[in-house]
């Protein structure tokens, strides 16, 4: 192999920093003679703000990029990792693995074929946080679950439009009257509340009984969550640098039509950005000696960089209508290179994401994807310097369905580029489910090895002249 692509990386920071601070995240394919043939090594820059986007149909490898990504922040040098906090928003409960070292055969096999990888699990550096309910639920099971710190947010937290579009009032209705003077003289006299003061507020707040009583049960639902208290997990547990907090909110989802992951992710998204672009300020004007003493003495508690993955971003942040998460995000997209924040994002349907997320990615690894609106939804992320809107689709849809290979968009460095993306190093549980017990299931073809697909396949020569077509 004698390249070495460095995606996401300008070519004044590429002259200065080489591949410092990048993710390795596998080979670069080409396709000489019509033949497949892995010819140099892939990264991707990681230590500078990036909107990233993954995408693919289900089972071409979304999830299972997140974790090869998530795997190189722990192999940054600390120098580097202990300034960037990775929080995982995990729709699945499928990341936990990332503490485990890899015990598939087939993939340990490959993993030194790739820049000499070996298995290994992430132990120290991974954090998995998890509602006091689904702990609850599992041990009502008679199970045990591994968890490392309660996932709980603080009920002041939560802003009164949060609770209006949660149970999808308006302010000027009785309800959300109601609702808006209860929550409104609470936050204006106490530093910390739950739910019981807000049951109280409401009963003697001026109003129909019936209405009240309504109105009280749709607070006790959110309450059965068991994912708001009174007070919160401090922020600093979840944002710390050198560190991957992983969110579990597989079980919490929707709940009579409310979707809590989307108030959760919402109420984190918006502080962040507060105190990054406060702290980024601070921090630009003391290197401009323009702080006072008082100022700098902020700089002495460290914000972190953050990088946020969301799998399933659709659920965040939809085309078809607004979530409690959805201006956060926005923000952080058209925000975040200033206040050093970025979002990393997988979802199997581009044409169900907001088309302001495809056409601010900076970045975009597209895995096999066949349904014609995500293939003209993607065509629409293509930039100028990407020519010939029928070749990309050509290319995207009728590519080799080898797992794991992926084109990559770069519109950093101008460049496409098709990637194999390389093993995991730790455990992968983002897997079908089966009525073959796992056990029995890791001697099985892994998904990331090389193979020929079953389906018919587009000649790798035409695939190759349709990607020389798009860079040129």
């Not at 909107?51 to 940054?76: N, P, W």
């Not at 490959?110 to 550096?125: H, I, M, V, W």
């Not at 994807?369 to 290319?395: C, F, H, P, V, W």
């Not at 001697?443 to 860079?471: F, M, Y």
Request: proline letters at 4%; hydrophobic letters at 40%.
């Amino acid at each position: 192999m004698t390249r070495t692509e460095i995606l996401g990386r300008e070519s004044s920071r590429l002259r200065k920093l080489g591949h410092k601070g990048c993710a390795y995240i596998g080979k670069v394919v080409s396709y000489p003679a019509g033949r497949y043939e892995e010819v140099g090594e892939m990264f991707m820059d990681i230590v500078f703000p990036h909107c990233i986007l993954v995408l693919g149909k289900r089972g071409s490898g979304k999830s299972y990029t997140l974790g090869v990504i998530a795997e190189e922040f722990g192999f940054l040098q600390s120098k580097y990792r202990d300034r960037i906090s990775v929080i995982m928003v995990d729709t699945m409960s499928v990341f936990h693995s990332l503490k485990k070292e890899n015990n598939i055969t087939e993939e340990i096999r490959k993993l030194p074929t790739f820049a000499n990888l070996q298995a290994r699990g992430f132990p120290d550096y991974s954090r998995i946080f998890m509602p006091k309910s689904t702990i609850e639920k599992v041990r009502e099971m008679g199970r045990d679950i591994a968890f490392d710190n309660i996932l709980q947010l603080s009920i002041k937290d939560i802003e009164i439009y949060d609770w209006l579009s949660l149970f999808n009032l308006t302010p000027t209705e009785p309800a959300g009257v109601l609702i808006a003077r209860a929550i409104d003289k609470l936050r204006s006299e106490k530093s910390v509340f739950g739910f019981q003061d807000i049951f109280e507020e409401i009963k003697i707040q001026f109003g129909d009984e019936y209405l009240k009583e309504g109105v009280i049960n749709l607070f006790r639902m959110v309450e059965n969550i068991g994912i708001f208290g009174e007070v919160g997990t401090p922020m600093e547990e979840i944002v710390r640098g050198g560190q991957l907090s992983i969110l579990d909110m597989g079980y919490i989802g929707h709940v009579s039509g409310f979707d809590i992951r989307n108030l959760v992710v919402g109420i984190i998204s918006r502080k962040l950005l507060l105190e990054r672009t406060l702290h980024t300020t601070v921090e630009m004007q003391a290197e401009a000696s323009l702080t006072p003493s008082a100022g700098k003495n902020i700089m002495r508690k460290t914000l972190p960089m953050v990088y946020m993955m969301l799998d399933e971003a659709h659920l965040f942040i939809p085309r078809d209508r607004k979530t409690l998460s959805s201006t956060p995000l926005i923000d952080w997209i058209n925000l975040g290179r200033h206040s050093g924040l970025s979002l990393l994002m997988a979802t199997q349907s581009p044409s169900s994401i907001d088309p302001h997320v495809l056409g601010q990615s900076d970045l975009v690894i597209a895995h096999n994807i066949s349904s014609a609106d995500d293939i003209e939804a993607l065509n629409r992320i293509q930039q100028t310097y990407m020519k010939g809107s029928r070749d990309l689709r050509t290319l995207v849809s009728s590519m080799d369905y080898l797992p794991g290979l992926a084109v990559i968009f770069d519109d950093r460095t101008r460049k496409v580029e098709m990637c194999r993306i390389r093993p995991r190093c730790s455990l992968h549980l983002g897997m079908d489910a089966s009525a073959i017990p796992l056990s029995e299931r890791m001697g099985l073809r892994s998904t990331h090895e090389v193979g020929v697909s079953t389906r018919k396949k587009r000649p790798a020569s035409e695939i190759i002249k349709d990607l020389q077509r798009i860079s040129d």
